[in-house]
């Protein structure tokens, strides 16, 4: 079964930036649309960024201009880079399909935290 790792979170001052990255066991990213959720205390996990097998790119009007994601077949993993951060995007951050699959688990995430 794949299995999907998100690192690169971490606490960060509002305007600064990181760089999440998603690892995963076997070679699922060549073929499918991948994207990055993101899970903020109390609410709704929400799909922010997307790429797919042709690597078209679609963000959330929360995050354009802002984010970046992007992804390396040959390594099988999907970045998102995080830009003008904002204590609004604090959250834990997730990789996976778009949609999600059914046999493909959550990951543990990654935690971003934007202070003020």
């Known amino acids: 079964q794949v299995q999907l790792v998100e690192s690169g979170g971490g606490l960060v001052q509002s305007g600064g930036s990181l760089r999440l990255s998603c690892a995963a066991s076997g070679s699922i990213f060549s073929t499918v649309e991948m994207g990055w959720y993101r899970q903020a205390p109390g609410k709704q996990r929400v799909l922010v960024a997307r790429?797919?097998?042709?690597?078209?790119?679609n963000y959330a009007d929360s995050v354009k201009g802002r984010f970046t994601i992007s992804r390396d077949k040959a390594k099988n993993t999907v970045t998102l880079q995080m830009n003008s951060l904002k204590p609004e995007d604090t959250a834990l951050y997730y990789c996976?399909?778009?949609?999600?699959?059914?046999?493909?688990?959550w990951g543990q995430g990654t935690q971003v935290i934007v202070s003020s």
């Open positions: 790429i797919t097998s042709g690597d078209y790119t």
């Open positions: 996976n399909t778009v949609p999600p699959r059914d046999d493909i688990n």
